[in-house]
């Protein structure tokens, strides 16, 4: 079974341009959440997409955006890049479902992340 | 509101001794808990989760936890530590909120182990 793949694995900006990620998750997870992770912030949490709906969403500005497609992949953005957004972007997948008892135990299954520096 | 508190962000024990690795918790609810781990490079991979079976929880490489809800801790150890076990972890609290999953992290504690 695959895990989660995100692409690209590395990138490099410059302050201004705009940049977008891509998540796989793993097959027949519906759930794709997306997380920020810098030294001493840990991991912050940005949203989560389930059936192409954001179910959830963080306190990021309206910078940071997201969609989720049919087959479940998702793709975060991230527009006029600012130097403090340079960070480890990862995603994770869960087979959550719509509703229900027991959602909270879902475990997320993470990928290796997208590591962004913002010059 | 929850959240998660680890102490120490930086632990480091000799090879073969004891590991503990500090997390408490803060839920209105009874909450589900998890330790994750991330090595280099990687991203996190689940340790172990406790969903009040049981109050001791055995996860992966040696490592488990126990719940003590008069505490609000979820406490990580392992009996004897390996240089392998050299990594990020991180303690996560996860509640469903209005029908759906909400997690939150603590801030991560990075193990060293000294050989």
């Known amino acids: 079974k695959a895990g989660v793949t995100q692409t690209p694995r590395y990138l490099i900006k410059t302050r201004g341009q705009q940049v977008t990620l891509s998540c796989s998750p793993i097959?027949?997870?519906?759930?794709v959440s997306w997380y920020q992770q810098t030294p001493g912030q840990g991991l912050q949490f940005l949203f989560e997409?389930?059936?192409?709906?954001?179910?959830n969403k963080g306190n990021f500005p309206g910078r940071f955006s997201g969609r989720q497609f049919s087959n479940s992949r998702s793709e975060m953005n991230v527009s006029t890049l600012e130097l403090g957004d340079s960070a480890l972007y990862l995603c994770?997948?869960?087979?959550?479902?719509?509703?229900?008892?027991?959602?909270?135990?879902?475990?997320?299954?993470f990928g290796a992340g997208s590591r962004l520096t913002v010059l | 509101a929850q959240s998660v508190t680890q102490l120490g962000s930086h632990v480091s024990v000799s090879e073969g001794a004891l590991v503990l690795l500090r997390c408490n918790y803060s839920?209105?609810?009874?909450?589900?808990l998890f330790w994750y781990v991330q090595y280099p490079n990687q991203g996190l991979q689940l340790l172990l989760k406790?969903?009040?079976?049981?109050?001791l929880v055995k996860g992966i490489n040696g490592f488990e936890a126990e719940f003590k809800k008069s505490e609000t801790s979820f406490h990580l150890t392992k009996p004897s530590a390996h240089m392998s076990d050299a990594a990020e972890y991180f303690c996560?609290?996860?509640?469903?909120?209005?029908?759906?999953?909400?997690?939150?992290f603590g801030i991560g504690t990075k193990l060293q182990v000294i050989p």
């Open positions: 994770a997948s869960s087979a959550s479902r719509d509703r229900g008892p027991g959602s909270g135990a879902n475990v997320l299954t």
């Open positions: 097959s027949g997870h519906r759930s």
């Open positions: 997409y389930f059936s192409e709906t954001q179910r």
């Open positions: 839920s209105s609810v009874p909450p589900y």
């Open positions: 406790y969903t009040s079976a049981a109050t």
């Open positions: 996560a609290v996860s509640l469903n909120s209005g029908g759906y999953q909400k997690v939150t």
